[in-house]
């Protein structure tokens, strides 16, 4: 099983500024790598796929980079919707897809 | 707009089958561009993939609940649902159907790009 491990797990970062949210993989990927942010009592909304492509309506304030086993989610400035936690999916070996543990960001 | 809607019983006895329903509406389950899916989340915790079935009845299991999970699908009825056997105090958790891309989704195949809303079940002794 390839086990996505990200970090930090929890981060706090103030309105406005950048925040930067990390996934390694156990073994490469390539750039099959999604991530997904979810609120509160919601389930969780597709961002980024490709490892960089944005999902359809998302704000471009949102980037994701990387290949292999490092990947990347950057928001540039970020909006007071933005406090969620984040998690990163690997479909490279599908059908068994698996998720990263989540990052929570939360407001400083 | 496609919208998934989990159902079935949110209390479920230990050793007992928790048995889960998922209706498509908004599209067709029988559409061969997509893949269906059960995945879960413990209360605070992360996601984890159960398994999926394509609308043909191909179904593919995670390796850590196969010997326990049954994906089924009515295309009849525009449904698939999850069995899961001989169920314990770990498998109380919220979980969620959905629908994943396939094929014709270049660079996509497995992403998840449609979620229920959850439906959360708890395992009693």
């Known amino acids: 099983e390839i086990v996505m491990t990200q970090s930090p797990a929890t981060l706090s970062v103030s309105p406005g500024e950048r925040a930067t949210l990390s996934c390694r993989a156990s073994?490469?990927?390539?750039?099959?790598l999604a991530w997904y942010q979810q609120k509160p009592g919601q389930a969780p909304r597709l961002l980024i796929y490709g490892a960089s492509t944005r999902a359809t309506g998302i704000p471009a304030r949102f980037s994701g980079s990387g290949s292999g086993t490092e990947f990347t989610l950057t928001i540039s400035s970020l909006q007071s919707e933005d406090f969620a936690v984040y998690y990163c999916?690997?479909?490279?070996?599908?059908?068994?897809?698996?998720f990263g543990q989540g990052t929570r960001l939360e407001i400083k | 707009q496609l919208q998934l809607q989990e159902s079935g019983p949110g209390l479920v006895k230990s050793s007992e089958t928790l048995s889960l329903s998922c209706t498509v509406s908004?599209?067709?389950?029988?559409?061969?561009?997509?893949?269906w899916g059960w995945i879960r989340q413990p209360p605070g915790k992360g996601l984890e993939w159960i398994g999926s079935?394509?609308?043909?009845?191909?179904?593919y299991y995670n390796p850590s609940l196969k010997s326990r999970v049954t994906i089924s699908v009515d295309t009849s009825k525009n449904q698939f649902s999850l069995k899961v056997s001989s169920v314990t105090a770990a498998d109380t958790t919220l979980y969620y159907c959905?629908?994943?891309?396939?094929?014709?989704?270049?660079?996509?195949?497995?992403?998840?790009?449609?979620w229920g809303q959850g439906t959360l079940v708890t395992v009693s002794s």
């Open positions: 908004g599209g067709s389950i029988s559409n061969s561009n997509y893949y």
């Open positions: 073994q490469s990927v390539s750039n099959n």
């Open positions: 959905a629908r994943q891309l396939g094929l014709s989704a270049p660079g996509a195949f497995g992403v998840v790009d449609y």
């Open positions: 079935i394509y609308y043909s009845g191909n179904t």
């Open positions: 999916q690997q479909y490279n070996n599908w059908p068994t897809i698996t």
